[in-house]
Nanobody, 121 residues
């Protein structure tokens, strides 16, 4: 069993910055792709950014040039650096990881509990 714990959310003014972290814990696992999703009130959860184990990244158009996804494979931790935040970035942000169980070689997706990001105008 693997747990993902997010941190770093909070309240920030428009134009400000935040960095979210997603730490994975457990035993005998390896993380393949990691991603950040967000869900605003009344809206569907949307993909924000993804990163492969090798470091290849993808972003949704609305955050390109403002959000930067990264990871530390040795620490099993992913990050989402957010700059030039806008009120429309307000949402609960969720971490997702595709986890490979080393003993069984089974793959499974895990989600974090979410962290609130609120951007005031």
């Amino acid at each position: 069993q693997v747990q993902l714990v997010e941190s770093g959310g909070g309240l920030v003014q428009a134009g400000g910055s935040l960095t979210l972290s997603c730490a994975a814990s457990g035993s005998d696992f390896s993380i393949n792709a990691m991603g950040w999703y967000r869900q605003a009130p009344g809206k569907q959860r949307e993909l924000v950014a993804t990163i492969t184990r090798g470091g290849s990244t993808n972003y949704t158009d609305s955050v390109k040039g403002r959000f930067f996804i990264s990871r530390d494979n040795a620490k099993n931790t992913g990050y989402l650096q957010m700059i030039s935040l806008k009120p429309e970035d307000t949402a609960v942000y969720y971490c997702n990881a595709e986890v490979l169980s080393i003993p069984t070689m089974n793959r499974r997706n895990y989600w974090g509990q979410g962290t609130q990001v609120t951007v005031s105008s």
